[in-house]
Nanobody
Framework: QVLLVESGGGLVQDGGSLRLSCAASGRTLTRNAMAWFRQAPGKEREFVAA????????YYKDSVKGRFTISRDNAKNTVYLQMIGLKPEDTAVYYCAARSVEFYSDEERWYDYWGQGTQVTVSS
């Protein structure tokens, strides 16, 4: 059983920055692709960013390119999402997810493990 725990969310002003962390326990995820998704109030959950097992390849939702950076530290079994230039439209609950394979997808149906989410609120 894999447990994913997100942290680092909070309230920031327009243009601010946050770094989200996702710590995995139960088993090591060094051979697993990881991703971040988000769900805004009244909207469906959407893909934000993904990273392959080694950290050598990343993929982003167009609207966050250049502002968000996904990274991982396999020694710590942790994935990060550095967010800069935050906008009110980034307000959402952010979820960490892990696949059972090495390569990422932007579709949530391919992810096997999910965290409980962390709230990010960007005020204007």
């Amino acid at each position: 059983q894999v447990l994913l725990v997100e942290s680092g969310g909070g309230l920031v002003q327009d243009g601010g920055s946050l770094r989200l962390s996702c710590a995995a326990s139960g088993r090591t995820l060094t051979r697993n692709a990881m991703a971040w998704f988000r769900q805004a109030p009244g909207k469906e959950r959407e893909f934000v960013a993904a990273i392959n097992w080694s950290g050598g390849s990343q993929y982003y939702k167009d609207s966050v390119k250049g502002r968000f950076t996904i990274s991982r530290d396999n020694a710590k079994n942790t994935v990060y999402l550095q967010m800069i230039g935050l906008k009110p439209e980034d307000t959402a609950v952010y979820y960490c997810a892990a696949r059972s394979v090495e390569f990422y997808s932007d579709e949530e149906r391919w992810y096997d493990y999910w965290g409980q989410g962390t709230q990010v609120t960007v005020s204007s």
